[in-house]
Each structure stands twice: as structure tokens, then as C-alpha cells.
């Protein structure tokens, strides 16, 4: 009788305290993220495709096409253009091909740039229906982002700066940028 | 035109056409809660488990339950090869129309209730019980292994269930002395200390009373986590596996019509009915107020709890709910009679 009590009470307890943490989580802010309108920022370390650095003093591109990142590359996907502007000391790139269907992402360009010209994009909303749409123009790309922001971000090594767990979290409106836009 | 009007209003307030626009005034509140209940379950849902819920359809998703209604209507009624068509077709209907007679009976308001009778609480019980019925006969008739078991546990769940939601009920009418909703709603006038739950000078055991009344009204409505008829992770759908379209629709309808029967029951028999606490807004406000809060902790337990086990079920009822609504019959019919018993010792 006295442990049947007992055994009712703290069962009530229980179930009182179960309800107090649910209603606790209800007056919590939503934690999911609506992945069609809104999509989580990834980490600076992420390995997405490859993509051209500006400079952020000219907002021009850093590379001078010295086709290091070609050669360094296993599987020959990446095909560089350079020539020489009028009044120029270095040559300046006019073509930079990736052929993502190729890419195994070993960062072997990444690493082989002298210059810190490219890095690894935080791209990862790639989805095509067909094969062609992966042979990007970078040089293109990075054309379109210098009119949609004039304004070149700091370069950050992105191979050295781990990113805190909290930024990786943040969840920042989409920009759906299917590789149609950026590829030719 | 003005005389048309009021002529049309004192010829809806007289005897038939009341009733009748009470009625459909009843269906329309019970159509149009059902609906958005289910939209309330899934926000809440959403929100104890910290998702956002239906946003699409609609601002916040408050056009999904239409959009849910479309898709039933539009879909086939299928009637299973080998199944009773009668009785698979009646089923359903059976389940919704004692909801919505029932609710005929609850006060909302002062002057607010279709049929003010004598007997109204034992109308909702008779109506009440069969509910069991209807689930039971759509889990037979519609020959399916899941359904027949799922019909076997509601009957032995709600019969275990409906003991103790008696018992409890005749302690209220004992006290109250009469099955009048609207009268046992007066007798709570005053200050919110003379709802029934906090009446402990009439029983000290009145919060307890309420809560047993609660958790046989979740078992009666077969909500989590007493959801043993609709055991999704076991049953497949309980007794509406077999049903396709607005066949399942009006049994989920009427689930929720249930669920509202239920809370406004409660909130008669217990939180003071139309009273209101603070004396500001009007009675019929402060019972919604009551009712819906009632509503979200029924929403609120589903997503806290686990489902029980069957004995789990069976044993609360019968060592736990039974004794103690038996005890609190008893001890509150003592507490009235106990003035008399002490003058005719002193006599």
C-alpha cells in the first residue's frame, strides 16, 4: 500500500516534470532550417567546387594564369586562358574551365597555387539535368558576383582558418544559384 | 425591411427554428474546429518539437486544413472485397453524430445551449458510449487483422475507462444534486475558488477528481498516449486502416469533435463553465478560453508522452483510477452527509 503511494506520487512527478520540459521547448525558437527558402552557411573549411579569388585592392581576379592548378590536377579537369593586357606586367587569366563532372575535389590546384588565386567555394546547391551544366566558366562566375557585390571580401586562406561551430549553424536566406547561371 | 429582420428574429428565436439554427450552428462550430484542431495539433507538434509546422498553404499554413479537406473529398471510397459494406459505411457516421448531439447539451454560454435539459449529462454519456461502438464496428466490418485488433482494444480500453469517468461523474452529481450542465455551471459562481476542481471543502480530493476525469477523457477519446486503436507504429491505422477518403475523414472529424465534447465537458463539470473569473468579458469568451486551454494540453500530452502499454492501460484503470474514484465517491458523499450525522449525535 505505502510503496503503491509512493510509486504513484513519483509517477506523477514524472510525468509533471515531462510536461514542464516540453512546455519549455515550446516557447523555444524554431531550430530547423526551411531548406527551399533558407539554407545553412557552410563552414569555412567546406570543400565545394573550386573558384577564383579577386583581388581585393583591383577587384580583379588574383590568378595570372600560370596554369600550376592545370598541371597539378590528376584528372585534368581544369583548363586555363591567360594573356597580356596592354601596359601590364603579369599576364592576367581570360578563361578558367571547370569541369566538375571530373573533379574529385583532392585540392591539389588549391594546393598548388603559389598565389592563394583560388579556394574552395561554399557551394554545395548543385543540381543539374544535365552533365553539360557542370563544365563551369569560373571566370564568368566570379565576373557575375564582382557586379552583384563590388565589393571583394578579405582573402582568407580558406585551407587554414577553421571556422567556428557557431557560424556553420547561423542559417542565412538561400541564394539558389543553379550551375545554368554560372556555366555557359 | 427593419421589420422583416426583427420579424425573421423572433421567428428564429421561437421553439423549432431555435433548435434549428442552434444545430446548425452546432455543426458549423464542430466542422470548423475539427478542421483547424488538426491544423492546432500540428503547429503544436511542430512547436514542442521545435519545427516551424505547416507554413505553405496559406498565411502559416492556416489554409492546409482545407487543402487537406479537398484532397479527402476527391479521393475514392473504397469498401474492401469480402468486407460488411452496411456497417463499413455506417461506421463513421456512427462515430460523428453522437459527438454532435452531444454537444447540443453544453452551455457555452448563460442562455447559450441548443436543449437545456434535465438529464443533459446523462444524454452525453449514453451518447457517449456509443463511440465504442462505431470504432469497433469499423474495425470488424472492414476485415482486416489490424482493424479487428485495434476494435478489440478500444472496446476492453474504453469499457475499462468509462468506469472510473462514471464514478467520477456521479461524485459531481451528488454534489451538485442535479444532471443540469447549466445549473451545476451556477452553482460555480463567484470567485474562480468555487470551480468544482478547487472546491476542497467539499471533498478534499476534488484537483484529483478532475484529473481522473481528464486522463479517462483522453482514454475515452483515444488520445496518446492511450492511442491504442490508432497505434500507428504497430496497427498500421488502427480500425480506419481500411478506410479511404472522407470515410476516414469524418472518423478523424469526429475524433477531434470528440476531443472538443470532452474539454467542454470538463470545463462545465469542473473549471466553471461560462463564470468567468476576473468579471470582465463575457461568459461564453471565458468558456472557450477554458475549453481550448484544455484542448492544448491535450495537444501538449500527446507530444510529451509515449504511448502506453495495454496492461499499462488496463492496470492504471483498474488498480489505480478505479479504487481512487471510488474512494473520492465515497469520502464526498460522507463530507455531505456528515453535518447530519453529527446533529443526530448530538440529538
Known amino acids: 500500500m505505502k510503496n503503491s503511494l509512493k510509486e504513484i506520487v513519483t509517477g506523477f512527478n514524472s510525468l509533471i516534470t515531462g510536461m514542464r520540459i516540453t512546455l519549455g521547448q515550446f516557447f523555444k525558437p524554431i531550430v530547423t532550417v526551411q531548406y527551399p527558402h533558407e539554407s545553412l552557411k557552410m563552414p569555412k573549411r567546406f570543400r565545394g567546387h573550386i573558384e577564383l579569388v579577386r583581388d581585393p585592392e583591383t577587384g580583379k581576379p588574383k590568378c595570372f594564369a600560370c596554369k600550376l592548378c592545370e598541371r597539378a590536377c590528376p584528372s585534368d579537369c581544369i583548363t586555363v586562358e591567360g594573356a597580356k593586357l596592354d601596359g601590364a606586367k603579369k599576364k592576367s587569366v581570360t578563361e578558367y574551365m571547370l569541369d566538375f563532372t571530373k573533379c574529385s575535389l583532392c585540392g591539389s590546384c588549391v594546393e598548388a597555387c603559389r598565389d592563394g588565386a583560388i579556394r574552395f567555394s561554399r557551394e554545395f546547391n548543385l543540381a543539374s539535368t544535365s552533365k553539360e551544366e557542370f563544365v563551369m566558366d569560373l571566370f564568368k562566375r566570379l565576373e557575375d558576383e564582382a557586379k552583384e557585390n563590388p565589393e571583394p571580401e578579405a582573402v582568407q586562406p580558406a585551407a587554414q582558418s577553421p571556422a567556428p561551430p557557431s557560424e556553420a549553424a547561423k542559417a542565412e536566406p538561400a541564394k539558389p544559384a543553379p550551375p545554368s547561371q554560372t556555366s555557359k | ?95 460523428m453524430s453522437p459527438a454532435l448531439m452531444s454537444l447540443a447539451v ?58 472510473p469517468m462514471l464514478l467520477v461523474v456521479t461524485t459531481m ?133 509515449p504511448r502506453t502499454q495495454f496492461y499499462g492501460l488496463l492496470n492504471l484503470s483498474w488498480k489505480i483510477l478505479i479504487p481512487v474514484s471510488l474512494f473520492t465517491l465515497i469520502l464526498s458523499s460522507a463530507m455531505m452527509k456528515l453535518p447530519a450525522m453529527l446533529k443526530l449525535f448530538h440529538a
Not at chain 2, 54 to 76: C, F, H, N
Not at chain 2, 126 to 150: D, H, P, T
Request: overall charge positive; charged content about 10%.
Open chain 2, 106 to 163: 453544453i452551455p457555452f454560454g448563460p442562455h447559450l445551449a441548443a436543449a437545456n435539459i434535465n438529464v443533459g449529462l446523462l444524454m452525453i454519456f449514453a451518447f457517449g458510449s456509443i463511440n465504442v461502438m462505431a470504432i469497433m464496428l469499423g474495425g470488424w466490418s472492414s476485415r482486416n487483422k489490424y482493424a479487428i485488433i485495434s476494435a478489440a482494444r478500444v472496446v476492453s480500453q474504453n469499457v475499462a475507462y468509462e468506469i
Open chain 2, 173 to 305: 452529481v451528488m454534489i451538485s444534486g442535479t444532471m443540469n450542465l447549466n445549473e451545476i455551471v451556477q452553482q460555480q459562481a463567484g470567485a474562480f475558488w468555487n470551480w468544482n476542481v478547487f472546491r476542497v471543502w467539499i471533498n478534499p480530493l476534488m484537483p484529483v477528481t478532475f484529473l481522473i476525469f481528464y486522463t479517462c477523457m483522453l482514454a475515452e477519446t483515444n488520445r496518446a498516449p492511450f492511442d491504442m486503436a490508432e497505434a500507428e507504429s504497430e496497427l498500421v491505422a488502427g480500425a480506419y486502416t481500411e478506410y479511404a477518403g472522407m470515410g476516414f475523414g469524418v472518423f478523424f472529424m469526429a475524433e477531434y469533435a470528440n476531443i472538443l465534447l470532452g474539454c467542454a465537458l470538463g470545463t462545465a463539470l469542473f473549471l466553471g463553465g461560462w463564470q468567468s473569473p476576473f468579471w470582465i468579458l463575457p461568459g461564453v469568451v471565458w468558456f472557450l478560453i477554458k475549453m481550448y486551454f484544455l484542448v492544448f494540453s491535450v495537444v501538449w500530452i500527446r507530444w510529451t508522452f
Open chain 2, 1 to 95: 425591411m427593419t421589420q422583416f429582420i426583427s420579424n425573421a428574429l423572433k421567428l428564429l428565436a421561437t421553439e423549432p427554428y431555435r433548435l434549428l439554427v442552434f444545430l446548425v450552428g452546432m455543426l458549423a462550430f464542430v466542422g470548423l474546429n475539427a478542421a483547424y484542431l488538426v491544423w492546432v495539433e500540428r503547429k503544436g507538434a511542430a512547436r514542442f518539437q521545435r519545427r516551424p509546422g505547416p507554413t505553405e498553404v496559406g498565411y502559416a499554413g492556416l489554409l492546409q486544413p482545407i487543402a487537406d479537406a479537398v484532397k479527402l473529398m476527391s479521393k475514392q471510397l473504397i469498401v474492401p472485397a469480402g468486407a460488411d459494406t452496411t456497417l463499413f459505411r455506417v461506421a463513421p457516421l456512427l462515430m
